[in-house]
């Protein structure tokens, strides 16, 4: 009985397309968090630009600005701080996201390894952002 030698699964093709899902994904994720920062920065200077800055007093972000629901609230008020927060939390999401879509590329392979060392840097990630204080 003869037997068949598998070669194995040219998974180069689909390397270089997970490859570039990626590269495009952090490249809009930083743009885009440039361009919200950018235009909450130009709100923002367009009322406060002519306001004396006090430095021996340190003042951190209001209270609500240190959740997600807090940002969002003020994005949708037009809050230009807010605005700000938002580009930064963009910016902050773009690494998790590229973690998460390295997750499904090596799903689709059938790279195991891979996903579940993925899944430990996500749940790293996630555990970070949500108990980082």
């Known amino acids: 009985e003869a037997r068949m030698i598998h070669a194995p699964k040219d ?4 390397d270089f397309a997970l490859e570039q899902r990626l590269g495009n994904l952090l490249r809009a994720g930083v743009l885009l968090s440039a361009l919200v920062t950018l235009v909450g920065g130009i ?5 406060h630009g002519g306001d004396v800055t006090r430095y021996h007093d340190f003042v951190g972000e209001r209270a609500e600005l240190r959740t997600v629901g ?3 609230a003020g ?11 938002l580009g930064v ?3 902050i999401a773009t690494p998790v996201a590229r973690v998460f879509l390295s997750v499904l ?5 059938r790279d195991w390894l891979y996903v579940g060392c993925s899944l ?3 749940a790293i990630l996630v555990y970070s952002l ?3 204080g």
């Open 75 to 85: 994005v949708m008020r037009g809050d230009s701080v807010a605005i700000i927060q």
């Open 43 to 47: 709100m923002y200077l367009a009322v």
């Open 11 to 14: 998974t180069s093709h689909e």
């Open 70 to 72: 807090g940002v969002v």
């Open 105 to 109: 590329g090596f799903v689709k392979e």
């Open 89 to 91: 939390l963009l910016l």
């Open 120 to 122: 430990i840097v996500l």
């Open 130 to 132: 949500a108990h980082g």
